[in-house]
C-alpha cells in the first residue's frame, strides 16, 4: 500500500485536485445513493418493471466503477483509468436518462454522484495529460 501511496504523491496534480482524505467520505455519500438507487433498479428488473436495456448501464457503471481503484492504484495505469472514469460517466448518463421514464426520483437521486464522476473525469483526464509520457 505504501508503494502505491508514493506513486500517486509523485503524480502531477493540478493545484485543484482536492486533498486525499476528501475521497472516503465523498465516495462512502455516493455509495450509500447508488445502493438504494441501483438496487431499485435491479428490483425493478427482477419484477419485470423495466426492460433488461434499461438496467444495462447500472450494471456496466457498477462493473467500471468497481474497477477504477485497481486499474488506478493497482496497475498504476493513468491511460486505462482515464478510459475507466469515461466509461463510468457515460454509463451512469444512460442510465439516468434510460430509467426517468420508469423512476424519475432516481434519476434526481443519481445527481451528486454525476456531479462527482463529471469532477473526478476531469480531474483524471487532467492528471493523465501532466504525466503524459
Wanted: glycine fraction near 4%; aromatic fraction near 22%.
Amino acid at each position: 500500500m505504501n508503494n502505491t501511496t508514493n506513486w500517486y504523491a509523485q503524480l502531477f496534480k493540478p493545484t485543484w485536485s482536492p486533498p486525499s482524505w476528501v475521497f472516503g467520505p465523498v465516495w462512502t455519500f455516493l455509495y450509500v445513493l447508488i445502493a438504494i438507487s441501483f438496487g431499485r433498479v435491479f428490483w425493478m428488473l427482477i419484477k419485470k418493471q423495466i426492460p433488461f436495456l434499461v438496467a444495462l448501464p447500472f450494471i456496466l457503471n457498477l462493473i467500471f466503477n468497481f474497477s477504477f481503484t485497481p486499474i488506478q492504484f493497482g496497475l498504476k495505469n493513468n491511460y486505462l483509468a482515464a478510459i475507466d472514469i469515461l466509461l463510468v460517466l457515460g454509463t451512469l448518463i444512460w442510465g439516468m436518462i434510460g430509467i426517468f421514464p420508469h423512476a424519475r426520483w432516481i434519476t434526481y437521486i443519481q445527481t451528486p454522484y454525476l456531479l462527482w464522476v463529471s469532477f473526478a473525469t476531469i480531474l483524471q483526464l487532467t492528471i493523465t495529460y501532466l504525466n503524459w509520457k
